[in-house]
Each structure stands twice: as C-alpha cells, then as structure tokens.
C-alpha cells in the first residue's frame, strides 16, 4: 500500500490539471461580448443547467468535511438536503420569473429596479465581500488537509488551484466553467464510487455490516428536540436548511448566473427541477462514505483516536493514501481539486459579473466602449480576481480563526438578503427606504443570535430572513406607498408573463 504519493499518481493528477486548463482555453474561440463571456449566450439546455448548478453545490471543503461529519456523527446531516425540496419551488416559481424576463446579467440589478441603487450596491457590495473570503477558505482548507496526509505542499496545491482555475476561466468564460464543472461533477462521483466501494469490500458483511456497526456507535441518532440551540435537530434540518439553501440558490450570484445561461426561462426551470432529483444520491454518497469509513475503522482500528490523523475531515484522503492502489491516490487528489477549482472558477467568473455590471457599467458610464473592450476588461477583472483569492487564501494560513469568521460573514449577510427580495418580490406595498430598514433590522438581529446566542447555525439565515420582513413592511407602512410605475412587472401581483 503506498504511504505517499507515487510517480502514477502524479502522472494521473498532472494530466488531469492539464486536461482542465485545456478545456478552458478551447472555448476562448467565439467570445465577442459579455452575454457570451458571463451567460454562455444564453444557450444551454436543462441538464447541462442541472449539472453545473448541481456542481456548484460541492467544494473541496464539502468534499472533505461531508464524510468527516458522517464518520464522527452519522450520515443524518444528509437530511439537510429536504431542505432543497421548500427552496427548489420557491426559487423556481418566483424568483426565476423575475431574474430571467428582465435579461438581467446579476441577480442584484432587480434590486435597484424594485427598490434603488443604494440596496442594489450594498447586496452587490457584500456578496463580493463574502465570496472572496469563502473563495479563499475553499482554497485553503483543502489544501491544508492534503497537505498535513498526503505531503503536498500547502503553497503548490494553493498556486496549483488557483492559477490553472484563473486561467481557464479567464479566456473560456462561463462555458469554460460550466463544461468543467460537468467534468468535474463525474471525478467527484466517481472518486466517491471508489472509496465506498472499496471499503465495503473490505467491511464483514459489507452494507449491511457497515449499518450495523454504525447502529452500534449510535450513527444514526437524531434529536427531535424543539430546542433551536441543539446543533442537529431534524427540523433545523428541514426548516432551518431550507433558508440557507434560499441564500445560496435565489439571491447568490454563483447560482444566479448559472440559470441565466438556460436558453429560455422554462428550460432554467426544468434544470433545477432536475437538479433536485440528482442532488439526493450524490449527497447521500458523500454523508454515506462517511458512515462506511466509520464501520471501516472500527473493524482496522480508528486514526482519529490513535492520533495518526488530527481531524475527522482528514478521514477520506488518509484512507485514500494508505488503503487504495497506485495511481487512485493521484484520482482522489484530482477529485479534490475538481471540487475546489468548481468553486474557484464559478466565483471569480460570477465576481467579475457583479464588479462590470453593477458598478463599472452603472457608475463609469461610456457609451463609446464597445463589447470588445468590456470583454477585455472582464477578462482582467476574473485574472485580477483569481490573483487575489490565491493571496486571501495565504492570509487565511496566516489567521486561522479566519475560517470560522467566513461562515458567520455567510450566515450573516445570506438571511437579510432573502428577506431583502422578498419584501421587493411578494409585497407591492414596501417601500425602498422601508427595505432598507428591514435589511439593517435583519442584520442587527442575525449579528446578535450568531454571537449573543447559544442558536444553532441552522436557524441564522431563517432568523435574519423573518425579521426583514417584518421590520421592513412595518416600516414601508410609515410611507406612501410606491408608484405604481415602480411596481409593474417586479412583484408577484403584477408578475411579468412567462416566457418561452
């Protein structure tokens, strides 16, 4: 059994680096403005929109910290994907329609549309904020665990990671992103196909015998308990996930300008609907694997607690290291950077988004500028962003505690967000500057459960969404209420048509 990485594995992870960057620079051919270079034209059909929405879900830390959290506590985190089943309507029903008929480039455009410049520059604003600072987490965090199992070095996975993923997307734009991520979504399944079956090959009684040792350390416990400050609760899990999975699918611009790529608003609605249905068996895989390397290790004698391994997250690329033949090792550690380089490639390309549309277009207005020149810019502006999610990534080396401070950042600002559209999409009578009001209430209220309460992450974004609407439509009842001319078209009652 190889204890390191071996001259196949590096041969398999080199060609597989290659074969991405490749991909990326061949869809440079054709670009010749921004709808092409941010929405892939607006051409792609159902599935394609599926699968890279779906990918958009996994990266390295999810990669690695699904099964460490299955092997420590169970595999009944993976009911957090019921949550998907309160979003994916709500998504597609309602915020589709908007985003889709008005041709906007970036989700946050409806916002000054609805309400005003100001809110459309602070959700802008604070989505860039935050997807630099996970874009960073997501880089380092995986490279930190190859490195402390595997040998690599921390600074070669992280200028690997970054530099290959800036450079595909830099010149292939979103059909770059979206082509790998298909590719990507297949090593990372496939990856996990491998372990889980090698391990159960290996397990007495194989699924079976995996389940019952997992009954057997208490793996499949799950509190009832109405009490929000237990950390896993089954309805945390499917009410209190559901918000968080409206932050990421409705409102955050990775998966926003996944949708706009669909060549019509039904074929978007249809992606996600299918979406829905594959999520649950790739995400069971990943908890699941979890579970099978727990019965794994309790049959060959636990790392975590023998000390050869420092955390639970660690659990897959040591079992993949020590236990697997030449050459998958090299497969893992390509499934890994599939996983972080996804994530990469569809941040810094949707940042990019956000920086030309709703700030250089709309306060450097040139009319003179031409498509050429604006995708010259963009290809910058995704160069310049990757450049600096490699540099954030070192500083998160450097300050530690920086990864727990990212998620709180996400908590934070995803639950008055939602609340944010909401106010603007299903009540006609909110006002711009009563959003706004609701928006700070949302974010006081959200600062002071995250770090005042015992509550568990998985109410945040339900608790910042619900008192933005509140305190917003309280607020907008103080005011006149719009014109109807603001209204027409960016609210449920007065919804535009549905389009082909």
């Known amino acids: ?32 403005d921004l709808k092409e270079y941010f929405l892939a034209g607006r051409s792609m059909g159902s599935v394609v929109v599926s699968m890279t929405t779906l990918a958009a879900l996994f990266s390295g830390i999810t990669f690695l910290a699904a099964p460490g959290e299955g092997y420590v506590n169970g595999p009944a985190f993976f009911l957090v994907n019921l949550g998907f089943f309160i979003a994916t ?8 329609r908007f985003y889709y008929n008005r041709r906007f480039f970036t989700a946050y455009q409806y916002l000054e549309e609805r309400f005003s410049t100001t809110l459309r520059t602070i959700a802008s604003a604070s989505f860039i904020l ?6 960073a987490a997501a880089t380092y965090a995986p490279a930190l665990a190859l490195e402390q199992v595997t040998g690599l070095p921390l600074w070669f996975t992280i200028v690997c990671t970054g530099l290959v993923t800036t450079i595909y997307t830099t010149f292939g734009g979103m059909r770059a992103v979206i082509w790998t991520d298909i590719m990507q979504l297949f090593v990372l399944f496939g990856g996990m196909l491998i372990v889980a079956g090698y391990a159960l090959a290996r397990i007495p009684g194989g699924l079976a015998g995996a389940i019952e040792l997992g009954q057997a350390g208490g793996r499949f416990d799950l509190s009832l308990s109405l009490d929000p400050t ?16 409206l932050v990421q699918m409705a ?13 019509s608003l039904r074929a978007a609605q249809r992606g996600l609907w299918i979406k829905l249905i594959l999520v649950l068996p790739v995400s069971g895989l990943f908890f699941g694997s979890g579970l099978i390397l727990y019965a794994f290790y309790q049959v060959q004698g636990d790392p975590l607690a023998a000390g050869h391994i420092t955390k639970a997250d660690q659990i897959l690329p040591y079992f993949v290291i020590q236990e697997l033949p030449a050459g998958l090792p090299g497969l893992f550690i390509a499934a890994i950077y599939a996983a972080s380089m996804s994530t990469i490639s569809a941040g810094i390309n949707s940042l990019t988004s956000a920086s030309l549309v709703d700030f250089y277009q709309r306060l450097w207005r040139r009319p003179d500028l031409s498509e050429v020149h604006q995708l010259r810019l963009a290809r910058i502006l995704t160069f310049a962003y990757g450049g600096t999610v490699m540099l954030l990534a070192f500083l998160v080396e450097r300050l530690g505690t920086l990864l727990e401070a990212t998620n709180k950042v996400i908590s934070l600002v995803g639950g008055p967000l939602i609340g944010l559209f909401l106010l603007g999409m299903l009540f006609s009578r909110v006002t711009a500057r009563g959003a706004l009001i609701g928006w700070l209430a949302g974010v006081v209220a959200t600062i002071w459960v995250c770090f005042g309460t015992d509550v568990s992450f998985l109410w945040w974004a339900m608790v910042g969404t619900f008192v933005t609407l509140a305190a917003g439509y ?20 007065r919804r535009p048509a549905v389009e082909e």
Not at 4 to 18: H, M, V
Not at 89 to 96: A, D, E, G
Not at 130 to 135: D, S
Not at 474 to 493: H, I, N
């Open 1 to 32: 059994m190889p204890q390191t990485f071996g001259w196949l594995d590096y041969l398999i992870f080199g060609a597989y680096l290659a074969l991405t960057a490749a991909i990326g620079l061949w869809f440079v051919r054709g670009q010749r």
């Open 89 to 96: 309507p709500l998504t597609t029903l309602v915020f589709l």
């Open 130 to 135: 935050r997807v630099l600072l996970w874009l």
């Open 230 to 245: 237990v950390r896993v609760t089954l309805w945390g899990l499917v009410i209190g996930s559901a918000f968080m999975h």
């Open 251 to 263: 409102t955050d611009q990775v998966s926003v300008q996944r949708y706009l790529t669909a060549k």
């Open 474 to 493: 309280a607020a907008s009842l103080l005011e006149a209420p719009p014109a109807e001319r603001q209204l027409e078209g960016l609210t449920w009652s």
